[in-house]
């Protein structure tokens, strides 16, 4: 599988009415911004059953049946299930799992997923082989091309392939969160695992965008509210980190956003970036990876939070 160093993510245009939302979100503008990406060159599209509680796949798949050019590659993800509230739940069970791909299938409206990933791992380590052991089947039955993990431990990604191949990982890494860059990342590279990571821009927190104002104004239905990184004592220095990446983008005549993406993608042991839009405005700034920044400001960016 080919793929373009950074792809199309699909959380935020999920909708409001689940527990990880990010507000409402207008499914035209999301179709347009899906459109944009593609325009740009982008070959693949990431999403998940949990996104808006099935809603991010129909919109995918409105998009792609109103699309013209060539077909992009379709990630998806299962073992989060939710009720009829928005709320969700972990669950690793082999048959939850084959429910969930065959619903995908179906919202999603085509034959076989591209790439099906694990969202979350299990609490319980026995739960790992018997779900990793389904995503084997569903791809020996054809119903899925490649398997992958989310969120996955070192440890959590070698018992999965001592069954079957890993394809890739899918973790959080960016400037903020750099968790998995000591050991999983040198890892997956080591063992050919490619890794799509996810939330570069810290959910739009590093976009530039994102004020103080705008921040006390998210809708109350909106996650981000609720997370350490947009509220004090982190903000602060979150914030610092933006008015560098703003100096370091006036060199490229570029965003904080695309700032903080090049920064991901200079990590050798990445082979993609997940990249949010929930406008065709905002895929034309982000959806590429034209900028290469320097040791010294990477070194710069990396130094405000230490």
Known sequence: ???????????????????????SQDDKLSIESIHKALEMGVNWIDTAAIYGCGHSEEVVAEALKQWQGPQPYVFTKCSLVWDDKGNTFKNHEPQSIRRECENSLRRLKVDVIDLYQIHQPPTEENDVEPAWEMLAKLKEEGK?????????????????ERIAPVTSLQPPYNLINRSYEPEILPYCKEQ???????SPMVSGLLTGKMTRERIAALPEDDWRRRTPNFNEPKLTKNLELVEKLKEVGAKYNATPGEIAIAWTLRNPAVTAAIVGARSKE??????HDRITITDEEAFALESVLK
Not at 1 to 23: C, H, K, P, S
Not at 150 to 156: G, L
Not at 192 to 198: D, H, K, L
């Open 282 to 287: 905002q895929s034309e700034v982000v959806m």
């Open 144 to 160: 899925v091309r490649w398997i992958g993990v989310s969120n996955f431990s070192k440890k959590f990604i070698q018992m999965a």
């Open 1 to 23: 599988m080919e793929i373009t160093r950074v792809g199309y993510g699909a959380w935020a245009i999920g909708g409001a009415g689940w527990a990880f939302a990010w507000g």
């Open 192 to 198: 050919n695992v490619g890794t799509i990571i996810y």
